[in-house]
């Protein structure tokens, strides 16, 4: 069982950068598969990055390629989405997740077991 919980989401204008934290309860934290994802009003929830057990393999959503990093301290239980550049299509809600089947197996929701309560981030002048 993990329990997660999401921070640092906010207000923040165009073109500026935002750093996501999710603090994650247990033991078996560096087991685990650990996602990002958002939810914009009357869309539906989508992939935005993940990383593996140990930190050293990433992915992302093309949408967010090259602005988004995401990273992960196994020593904290905790993982990051560090957000640059963001523009006003980065509004959502995003979550955290966590997974432990493959890495390797999609970017699908219905493949992380554990999620976060969700942390609101508005991109707006």
């Known amino acids: 069982q993990v329990q997660l919980v999401e921070s640092g989401g906010g207000l923040v204008q165009p073109g500026g950068s935002l750093r996501l934290s999710c603090a994650a309860s247990?033991?078996?934290?560096?087991?685990?598969?650990m996602g990002w994802f958002r939810q914009a009003p009357g869309k539906e929830r989508e992939f935005v990055a993940a990383i593996g057990p140990s930190g050293s393999i990433t992915g992302y959503a093309d949408s967010v390629k090259g602005r988004f990093t995401i990273s992960r301290d196994n020593a904290k239980n905790t993982v990051y989405l560090q957000m640059n550049s963001l523009k006003p299509e980065d509004t959502a809600i995003y979550y955290c997740?966590?997974?432990?089947?493959?890495?390797?197996?999609?970017?699908?929701?219905?493949?992380?077991?554990?999620w976060g309560q969700g942390t609101q981030v508005t991109v707006s002048s």
């Open positions: 247990g033991r078996t934290f560096s087991s685990y598969v």
């Open positions: 997740a966590a997974s432990l089947r493959s890495f390797y197996g999609g970017t699908s929701p219905d493949r992380y077991e554990y």
